[in-house]
């Protein structure tokens, strides 16, 4: 199965870069070498080709650098489309759309004005994260011994397996149950049978609840811990009260199991400075766990992602120093910060302010040939409209089916969207649109109004 969505996204990913022709192959609905067909599904030979059913008579044109750019005269309309429906009464659109082959930007709608951006938010976060850390970066979780003591030692992996890790997964790629066996081995090796267990969870420091979140946002983050059981497996469905803890107590379970008698209950404490490594486990690498943080946008682990971020720019592992270290990469790496506020990684925060044209910054460097790894990995982690993630349900039978990769944002009066798409003409545009302050609990239907009138209409923009 995972063979089956690595495809899949990898198909999509392509769509940005090449136009439908991608998306025709992926679904095998043209000749080529990219199939999301099962692996026990018996090839057919000289398959009949098809075009993509997107709502659109034109054929796809493929990238080219020579393709027409659509007028800002264009621009500006979709973009007074959206400030004019119903939806958006009483609300502020924010807008800017760049060309990604020249860097050009081709509608500028307050796009320098910091807004709240919800959840595109998360694209400042992933990028620091990429380019101070690398797409390969893993994370250790360690079983360490001192004396008669196990302490377990938080790495950052918050994705662990209850039990047998999986190779081949992204959540559940390192187990707690190995780490526990595999430390049970090297205590037997030593004469140890008896241990007392303790938790080092100080990878992370202040407090682990966001004060500028609104209360009842409990339900879309967990408290920020730097270890604990997959906590993508329960996103928005309840968290636990104490995950770091809720970890070591499954480690010592399997400890016991392996024929290791644990004393007491686990407490807290850091790992003595001499204390020797007996076993450790690591996570998936960072391209793969942005690719599920993403697509799912996942407040939890972003959250974990910014304080990574911190820990790696020797700042403060608390709230307040993932902002500062995420502003400060974005700094190193040339973008234009004027205008922005970060309080939290996730977006959860309406105090964040973000400019609209903060976003295409990110997204035309990622998108283009200066992107490097950090880039292609961030963009290819993105949802891809009618496809997949936070977009699945999105721009389904409209020309932006398969053509847009975007990360979304809600939040009560809020509603954004900043990503790549390939127009038909193969023009490839970075862009963002920011809605604020609109009827509360209308957040669904700006969403659909910045689909309608601004991302469809991009995304077919017949420039020439």
């Known amino acids: 199965m995972r063979k089956v969505q690595t495809a899949a996204l990898t198909a999509a990913s392509l769509l940005v870069f090449g136009g439908y022709y991608g998306l025709g192959d992926a679904l095998d609905l043209v000749p080529g070498p990219v199939t999301v067909a099962y692996a026990d599904v018996a ?9 993509p059913s997107v709502g659109t008579t034109e054929e796809p044109a493929g990238l080219d650098a020579g393709a027409p750019q659509p007028s800002k005269a264009a621009l500006s309309s979709y973009v007074q489309a959206v400030s004019s429906d119903a ?14 082959t020249t860097g050009e930007e081709l509608l500028d709608s307050s796009a320098a004005t910091g807004v709240t951006p919800a959840s595109t938010n ?37 994705l662990l397996a209850e039990n047998s890790g999986d190779p081949a997964a992204t959540a559940g790629r390192a187990g707690l149950g190995d780490l526990a066996r595999a430390a049970a081995e090297q205590l037997r090796i030593q004469g140890v049978t008896s241990v007392s267990l303790r938790l080092d969870d100080t990878l992370f420091t202040g407090a682990q609840w966001n004060d500028n979140w609104e209360a009842g946002n409990e339900q879309y983050v967990a ?25 070591a ?24 400075g001499g204390a020797k490594e007996l076993a450790s486990v690591s996570s998936a690498p960072l391209s793969d766990i942005l690719a599920l943080s993403l697509k799912t946008s996942d407040n939890t682990m972003t959250e974990v992602e910014g304080r990574l971020v911190a820990v790696q720019a020797k700042e403060t592992a608390d709230f307040a120093g993932a902002s500062k270290a995420v ?49 292609r990995t961030l963009i290819a982690d993105l949802p891809v409209g009618a496809l997949d993630g936070t977009l699945a349900n999105r721009l389904q039978g409209t020309p932006a089916a398969g053509t847009v990769r975007a990360k979304t944002g809600s939040l009560e009066q809020t509603s ?49």
């Not at 090839?43 to 075009?51: D, I, K």
């Not at 939806?87 to 990604?100: I, K, P, Q, W, Y």
């Not at 976060?125 to 380019?131: I, K, N, Q, V």
């Not at 490839?428 to 239907?445: E, H, R, T, V, Y």
């Open 327 to 375: 502003i400060a990469q974005l700094r190193k790496d040339g973008f234009d910060t004027s205008g922005l506020t970060l309080l939290d990684a996730s977006g959860l925060a309406k105090g964040n302010k973000v400019p609209a044209r903060l976003l295409t910054q990110i997204l035309v460097r990622s998108a283009g040939d200066k992107g490097g790894s950090a880039g």
């Open 43 to 51: 090839p057919q030979p000289f398959p009949t080709p098809a075009g």
């Open 416 to 464: 954004s969207l900043a990503g790549v798409v390939t127009t038909v003409d193969g023009r490839l545009l970075a862009f963002a649109i920011l809605a604020n302050g609109f009827p509360a609990n209308g957040g669904a239907a700006a969403g659909a109004a910045i689909d309608n009138h601004f991302v469809t209409p991009l995304a077919s923009c017949g420039c020439s």
């Open 223 to 247: 408290k920020i811990q730097p270890i604990m059981v997959d906590v993508s497996a329960t996103q928005n469905q309840g968290y636990s009260a104490d995950p770091a803890m809720g970890a």
């Open 249 to 272: 107590q499954v480690f010592a379970e399997h400890l016991s199991e392996a024929g290791i008698a644990v004393d007491g209950e686990a407490a807290r404490a850091a790992a003595p």
């Open 122 to 158: 998360k694209l400042l976060t992933a990028w620091a994260a990429l380019s101070s850390m690398g797409p390969g970066h893993t994370f250790q979780t360690k079983a360490v011994l001192d004396g008669q003591t196990v302490t377990l030692v938080g790495g950052g992996d918050v």
């Open 87 to 100: 939806a958006l009464t009483g609300g502020t659109v924010t807008a800017s759309v760049a060309d990604v």
